[in-house]
């Protein structure tokens, strides 16, 4: 019987799962912000995408203290996290086709660009057509998602494919299908949902690793500054001036 509190297993559980990512995912991060840095050192601009509570990791790295100020959010009403009523019509848009290649046709991204796609089943319509269809345009597409839903769920659009066939790099959250760390008694679902606090790390520790890189070339990430800080509000006036060609949410 474990004697530890409810919140001491939910951590327990979500540090398990962070140091699986630091023991098995180093190569494939490695490889995420290489590319990252690639384009920001090629002139390219870098893009994320999440829908729903995926969109929560992608959205963490845009307009981030400490984060690259290249990175921009692609987005689209209904996607972006909870913002729709009732919360059900952002599970149904998920599941519609020609939505994902809409987004992506509508917005600045080009061959070349890098896009992080973020879907913890990637088995939606959405991240899928949105994944493909920026690979067709060119992109290079790295896809965050937990691998383990391709071999325990069915795919849910018409190529019967996942999020992790059509990306360039994939970064593997080791979420378990359901997103339920904890099981007790007296409750009949499980609970603790941990995709949120892994995935948000993986993202930063790409971004980590493609500021680290650029630095290894000898070139200055373009990082933001803290704005609750003295002097980081005018830094990051001068960051995003010197790349505004590249910069879509100021």
Not at 16 to 28: I, K, P
Not at 116 to 127: A, F, T
């Amino acid at each position: 019987m474990d004697d530890r509190s409810t919140a001491d297993r939910f951590i327990g559980a979500a540090i398990g799962l962070l140091e699986r990512l630091r023991d098995e995912e180093g190569a494939s991060i490695a490889a995420a912000g290489a590319a990252i840095a690639d384009a920001v050192e090629g002139g390219r601009r870098l893009f994320a995408f999440g829908a729903g509570h995926s969109s929560l990791a992608a959205q963490d790295v845009v307009y981030r203290a400490g984060g690259l100020a290249l990175m921009n959010l692609l987005a689209a009403p209904g996607l972006t996290g909870v913002d729709v009523r009732p919360a059900m019509l952002g599970s149904a848009l998920e599941r519609v086709e020609g939505l994902a290649t809409t987004v992506l046709d509508s917005s600045p991204a080009a061959a070349g660009d890098v896009l992080v796609v973020v879907s913890l089943s990637g088995r939606n319509i959405l991240p899928v057509e949105m994944a493909a269809h920026a690979r067709e345009r060119g992109l290079t597409v790295i896809g965050v998602t937990s691998v383990t839903y391709a071999t325990e769920t069915t795919s849910r659009n018409a190529t019967g494919t996942f999020l992790k066939d059509h990306c360039d790099i994939v970064l593997d959250s080791k979420i378990a299908v359901g997103d339920a760390e904890l099981t007790a008694e007296g409750v009949t679902a499980p609970f603790a949902p941990a995709s949120t606090v892994v995935t948000s790390a993986l993202m930063q520790a790409v971004m980590a690793t493609a500021a680290e890189t650029l630095a290894a070339r000898g070139i200055e990430p373009p990082l933001l500054r803290s704005g609750n800080i003295d002097g980081g509000t005018d830094w990051n006036r001068q960051i995003v001036a010197e790349n505004a060609d590249r910069i879509f949410w100021h």
